[in-house]
């Protein structure tokens, strides 16, 4: 089983409707979540964090079920400029250094239909 | 903003070759990391650095190898490149007091 696991889409929704993406992690020991936005041919950026208690960012929620293993995505009144692949990442317990490591989703791809 | 500039864009390479992938960032931070995105397996981890002249392997290190000798600079290095090695390497820099990434633009490598 892969550690972080998404729906690879493509999610196709009209502009205006609402979505939802979840990503699920298998390491209950996981310790922090967040979203980042990928468009087409260019470089991941960090979206928003996801916090225990959830999160809200304008038209963006994000949300985190333990007990479920998994953390959500809600976008509302979808934009066309909202079409891009949307990457969970979890990080996971430090490493023998002590480090950090932080585990990428595949992603799911959003298009938002005029 | 922080800025993560690697050299190239697009590099085609020849199977054999020693081939060098930089990285500078210019905010001082001090973890630095190369990911390697291919379709349907995302981006995986090849190595990272959380200081100068310190190095961790990630999930995929095989056939490669990195060099940080200074704090802004990343080096990740093809030491034989070979075909399968064809993919999008993305380099990465993180400050400790923060989760955030900040990715550079990527450089798309053709080993033909």
């Known amino acids: 089983r892969k550690e972080v696991e998404q729906d690879p889409g493509p999610f196709n929704v009209p502009e205006g409707a609402t979505v939802a993406f979840n990503c699920t992690y298998s390491?209950?020991?996981?310790?922090?979540f967040f979203w980042y936005r990928q468009d087409c041919r260019k470089e991941p950026k960090l979206l928003m964090s996801?916090?225990?208690s959830g999160n809200e960012d304008g038209r963006f929620t994000a949300q985190l079920n333990r007990a479920s293993q998994y953390i959500s995505l809600l976008i509302r009144d979808s934009k066309l400029s909202d079409s891009a692949t949307y990457l969970c990442?979890?990080?996971?317990?430090?490493?023998?250094?002590?480090?950090?490591?932080?585990?990428f989703g595949t992603g799911t791809r959003l298009k938002v239909l005029a | 903003d922080v800025k993560v500039t690697q050299s190239s864009r697009y590099l085609v390479k020849r199977t054999g070759e020693k081939v060098f992938l930089e990285c500078v960032q210019d905010m001082d931070h001090e973890n630095m990391f190369w990911y390697r995105q291919d379709p349907g397996l995302g981006l995986r981890l090849i190595y990272f650095?959380?200081?100068?002249?310190?190095?961790e392997k990630g999930d995929i290190p095989e056939g490669y190898s990195v060099s940080r000798e200074k704090k802004e600079r990343f080096s990740l290095i093809l030491e034989s490149a070979s075909t399968n090695q064809t993919s999008m390497y993305l380099c990465?820099?993180?400050?400790?007091?923060?989760?955030?990434?900040?990715f550079g633009s990527g450089t798309r490598l053709t080993v033909v």
């Open positions: 650095s959380y200081d100068v002249k310190m190095k």
């Open positions: 390491n209950s020991a996981s310790q922090s």
């Open positions: 990465a820099s993180k400050p400790d007091n923060f989760y955030g990434y900040t």
């Open positions: 990442v979890v990080k996971m317990r430090p490493t023998t250094s002590g480090t950090y490591k932080y585990i």
């Open positions: 996801v916090y225990s």
